[in-house]
């Protein structure tokens, strides 16, 4: 299998479950993404992961929460979501050197939360 | 922060040239402009990106003006299987979690 594979492609949620959002990628990168894109609203980066160092972003709710245990694996935890967090949740992958490499994303997992 | 502006949509001929244009009127000298693009049910793929010169590549070339306050994505002939959203994306060398989306163009292709 190549490239960038996200798990599962659709989840149904309700705001007191606990899920976990899974990507996998097959291109020897060392750096991981994950982003969230709204209806009618530009991507948003929400975490990174490079060189196994987190780069977050201050402004994601703490229900988000992000795992990298190795260089080809992320995950993104997610617990007492809203229904606001909606949304397609895509994982990318890149070198981590240049930083304007080019990213790998994967198809996404759309997320309903009821 | 610097910001992209893209017209919402656009429409074209099969295999007429496309000019998809994009405006950052703020950018900083270490931003470089990357082009993606997000063709239905799938994530963004690379399409190209530049700092300064203009770039050619299988996809697409990249024209950027010399004030570098505005780029033009050119796809020279467009296929149906071009339609899709284009996103203008400023990256910054020095800061790899700055990417700033803009609202993408959505480029119809029209057999």
């Known amino acids: 299998e190549t490239g960038v594979t996200q798990t599962p492609r659709h989840l149904v949620m309700g705001m007191t479950n606990k899920k976990s959002l899974k990507c996998e990628q097959h291109l020897g990168h060392n750096a991981m993404y994950w982003y969230k894109q709204s209806a009618k609203k530009p991507l948003e980066l929400m975490f990174v992961?490079?060189?196994?160092?987190?780069?977050e972003n201050n402004s994601v709710p703490s229900r988000f929460s992000p795992e990298c245990p190795n260089s080809s694996h992320l995950f993104l935890h997610l617990h007492t979501l809203q229904p606001e967090d909606s949304a397609l949740y895509l994982c990318a992958s890149s070198q981590a050197w240049p930083v304007t490499g080019t990213q790998y994303f994967g198809p996404g997992t759309r997320l309903l939360v009821l | 922060d610097a910001k992209t502006t893209q017209p919402n949509s656009m429409e074209s001929n099969e295999e007429e040239p496309v000019h998809l244009p994009c405006n950052h009127s703020?950018?900083?000298?270490?931003?470089?402009i990357h082009w993606y693009r997000q063709l239905p049910s799938q994530g963004p793929e690379y399409v190209i990106h530049?700092?300064?010169s203009n770039v050619n590549n299988r996809m697409a070339s990249l024209a950027i003006a010399e004030d570098r306050k505005s780029s033009t994505l050119i796809l020279h002939r467009a296929t149906l299987r071009d339609a899709a959203v284009y996103y203008c994306?400023?990256?910054?060398?020095?800061?790899?979690?700055?990417?700033?989306f803009g609202a993408g163009t959505r480029l119809t292709v029209k057999p």
């Open positions: 992961y490079s060189l196994e160092e987190r780069v």
């Open positions: 994306i400023l990256r910054d060398v020095v800061s790899p979690i700055d990417m700033r």
């Open positions: 703020t950018i900083s000298g270490t931003d470089y």
């Open positions: 530049g700092l300064t």
